[in-house]
């Protein structure tokens, strides 16, 4: 791969179809494999998020994501937190320091404002060879999607191309997969390169015809089909962090806190290594496919 600066984000066809894993899991391989990767998501809304240097605040996501990659976090990798108040109520967090408090429906009809904020925020992520970025819950929300600033109109700012992440567990899982696909416009299906079936559980082969069927119905190729399996590290709404000190003592054992996580960081990419095209995953980034 030559040394241009490359992006590529995570999109999922819901909310939990494991985008900030599989991101994760990217980042780590990329790191191993010894470029200089940094991860990036344009906005979050999660309670669960971390408390960095100089007291900035981002999502423990992004804290994990940078970590995976050998960074120490910081704020430009999370520009925009929203951490749920209750009763429609919002705290905006803006480069890790508080904006203001306000209500979804206030932030959803104006969050168009904050996109010169991102873009300048970005301008971090080009001192990388690579920037996985991660969107947020489905990029086809048509209610919504024309004041979206994470998930295509972000790729599209960037220049990013785009694998979306599809989970089997929940069932309808190609259904999901030719609908998210069918409502991108022709520039955002020009941009999508790959699928990632997510959380199987059992015979990888009972779904060869209906990836086959799906590769032909959008031209876009299945990248793998990664298993079901516990991971030990946070996705936005979970995972494992310092807060939960007693919990995360029975867990680790005998390893410190970092050996545990550095351990299930190990565990993912080679879950990933195992059961995806990393080689087809280097050719996108690199605008052979």
Not at 104 to 122: I, R
Not at 130 to 138: K, M, Q
Not at 279 to 289: A, M, N, Q, T
Request: glycine share 8%; charged share 30%.
């Amino acid at each position: 791969m030559n040394n241009k600066h490359k992006n590529i984000i995570i999109l999922g066809t819901s909310s939990g179809a494991g985008k900030s894993i599989i991101t994760t899991g990217l980042c780590r391989i990329f790191y191993k494999d010894g470029y200089k990767v940094a991860p990036f998501k344009a906005q979050n809304m999660s309670r669960n998020f971390a408390v960095i240097k100089d007291n900035k605040k981002i999502a423990i996501s992004q804290v994990l994501q940078g970590v995976a990659c050998g960074l120490e976090p910081e704020p430009w990798m999370n520009p925009i937190l929203l951490v749920p108040k209750g009763e429609g109520n919002i705290d905006i967090i803006l480069g890790g320091e508080e904006f203001s408090h306000s209500t979804g429906e206030w932030y959803s009809k104006n969050k168009t404002l904050f996109k010169k904020y991102l873009s300048e925020y970005y301008e971090n992520a080009k001192k990388f060879e690579i920037c996985v970025l991660e969107g947020a819950g489905s990029p086809v929300e048509i209610n919504i999607k024309e004041n979206d600033i994470v998930n295509m109109n972000m790729a599209k700012m960037v220049g990013a191309k785009a694998i979306l992440v599809a989970d089997i567990d929940r069932g309808g899982v190609f259904a999901s997969i030719l609908g998210t696909y069918m409502l991108l416009d022709e520039e955002e299906k020009k941009l999508l390169k790959g699928i990632v079936i997510n959380k199987f559980r059992g015979k990888k082969d009972i779904l060869q015809k209906g990836i086959d069927e799906i590769e032909k119905l959008t031209g876009v190729k299945v990248l793998g089909i990664v298993p079901y399996e516990m991971i030990d590290i946070e996705d936005e709404d979970g995972l494992i962090y310092k807060r939960d000190t007693e919990d995360i003592k029975k867990r680790c054992g005998d390893k410190s806190f970092e050996e545990y996580r550095e351990e299930q960081f190990d565990k993912l990419e080679n879950l990933l290594r195992e059961n995806l095209d990393i080689d087809y995953i280097y050719k996108i980034l690199d605008g052979e496919r």
